[in-house]
């Protein structure tokens, strides 16, 4: 009798068991048939649109299209998820030439290895909107077009993982180009997310950047926006370089660390800028600043870097009402003189506020003890932190009045940056992770059970 | 035959040692992965547009474009150098500064802008600007008189020739901003 109901209990368990693998199984399998479109007709795309009448909309019908296309002439052209374009030629994919042209809304495969591109853009107010694009070359080429709008695509690299990133593309890149606007963009795995040069008046609002060489690369875009974007685990989130009036704000550049050079926000050679409200965490070093001045460095959150902020010749910015959170050396300045250090919060400053404004009344300088001493013989960060280094670090007082100061440490954080977490990033493509898990550690128990159930000791 | 192979394992030593006695200053390989210019900060890519100084100490300075190693110079004099390379554009190779050959136009593109090419021939030089239709070839010395712009500043003075009038704004703060 007894036997006979765990038998019972067994089959049952059993049951259970392969019902939640099946189900584990068809979930990854239907998710791997969205993605491979049906493949019963090619059509031409070039036909489709040579055929097509000047301000047309052309709505593709599901299934395979081959490109490279030529649009020169004003059209809309909408597909779905069901539409792929793919390109083997050396070509761009889709090549937009004339004014005023949208794309939106399908995949397309650049199958080409090297210097081709997904679509190149050589026309002013050109849209490409919710456009998933696999390249093994470059993705979004803006070469002199103006006004356009380039809004919540997806750019992902499509060749074997371990290549150098030098030899991959940018993502979105622009040459000449002025008046754009870069929004909700996801890229990952590229040369450069979004590499932007000789290009004035740019707004890159809102991408997602991960892994790839630089998050966001800027070279000589004077006027621009970068705002509210999205860096994990590039070598550099956001490499600044060469421009004048640029707003830099509320960005989040997070675990840029698994490169020798890698930094949170690099400035080089930046002027009048103002850099604010950004998140800079658990990078090698939070922001750099190199000859860069009149700079606006403001409210930003540096927290948990190797090096918080870093100066080298730069002169003349104001560093004002940011939130230094463990970082393992807070400041570190070469060359840099009249900064304004002022009102920040330390959270390892001693500070004294009799009059009760917040501020301190006594200034918070930089102890440098440690980091020249691991400048110079890298391997005593062994001792970071150990009573010894602390002693050592108080009794050294050598040129003190060359120190990076604040001359009005703040007393409490200014920003409530700590409780806020951090955007994450880990969905995954087909299932997402924590499912996955709870399949995974369910079926695990179950089966633990039934053999504790089955085969345990029983004193009967 | 064991006998000979000593002997060439020796002579060989010796080759090394005596080697080692003079100053050579051999350019280093670029590595993607953790060179980045001394001046600008970017990664040097291992194409024909990155450049690198030996230091008479033995260090290797590494550039990812020659303007970038003229404003080195600029800044820390010559004094130092035991020897200065650009490479070739057709085959990468390293070649003395000195004896390459430069071609230089605005809309060349390389790394920092500086718009300036290096050939290790006078004739593959000419090739290119042939083919280019356009560049302007300089030797070693007449580049010290070349005045380093990066091409940013060209293109605004283009504008200046007839181009959307709010652009001439930004073009008058460019004059006075570059690096």
Redesign the interface.
Known sequence: MRSKHRMNVLIFVVLIHFILVSLLFTVVAFSATEEEVSSKQIFDLQQIVDEAQPGDTLVLAEGNYLGPVVINKVLHIQGSNQVLLTNDSPEAAIMIQAEGVVVEGFNIRQNYVNESAAIVVTADEVGLKDLNIQTKGYGILLRDADRGTVLHNSISWLRTKNI???EKGNGIDL??SHNNTIEQNKIQNMRDGIYL??S?QLKILNNQLMGS?YGIHC??I??SEIIGNLGEYN?TGA?I??V??VLVSNNSFLKQSK???AQGI?L??V?NSVIEQNIVEGNRVGI?I??SQENQIRENSILRNFIGIQFVHAESNKIHDNDFVSNVIEAEATDSDANEIEQNYWDSAQGLDLNKDGISEIPYAINPFYQELISKTPAFQLFFQSTGMTFLSSMYTNNQESWTKDSSPLMKMSIDSISKPPPSSTEKGNISETTFMLLITSTLLITSVAIIFYSGVSKS | MKKWSMAFALMLGIFLLVGCGQKKYTPQAIN???D?CVI????V??DAFATQIVTKDGKNLKFDDIGCMNEWKQKNGVDHIGMDYVRDYNDKEWIQFSKATYVYDSSF?TP??YGIISFKVKKSAEDFVHEQGTGQILSADELSNHTWQ???DM?DMHMEEGMDGD?HE?MN??HN?T?
């Open positions: 150098k990133t030098g040459y000449n040069e000789n004035r060489r070279m000589y004077d006027g070598i490499m370089m060469g004048r009036d490169n020798v050079n690099l080089y050679s002027q750099y190199e000859s | 993607e992965d953790v980045v600008c900060n970017m990664q890519k291992d593109r920092m802008a990066q091409s940013k293109m652009m930004d703060m460019d901003g690096n």
